[in-house]
């Protein structure tokens, strides 16, 4: 689905995060996987719309997949 250069690419997003946090790589992950699952779970049916759109290779979507779909979303609204 992903390049192992983007894979890599959004891992080391996460270090740096939490390097600038002075929190460990763990935390940062946490954290991210619980605002994805809330983000997923919203009522609103337009957020759920935008929601589906996100294609993830397993049962629920890895903190980097989330990234690189953002940075997807972002990139097509910026060009």
Request: no cysteine; glycine share 4%; hydrophobic share 45%.
């Amino acid at each position: 689905m992903y390049t192992e250069k983007e894979w890599n690419a959004a891992t080391k997003i996460i270090g740096q995060i939490a390097q600038e946090h002075h929190v460990p790589e763990e935390q940062v992950r946490s954290d991210m996987e619980e605002a994805i699952n809330a983000g997923r779970i919203h009522p609103n049916p337009a957020v759920q719309a935008w929601w589906a759109t996100f294609r993830f290779s397993g049962k629920e979507p890895t903190v980097e997949e989330f990234i690189l779909w953002a940075a997807a979303i972002i990139r097509d609204m910026t060009s």
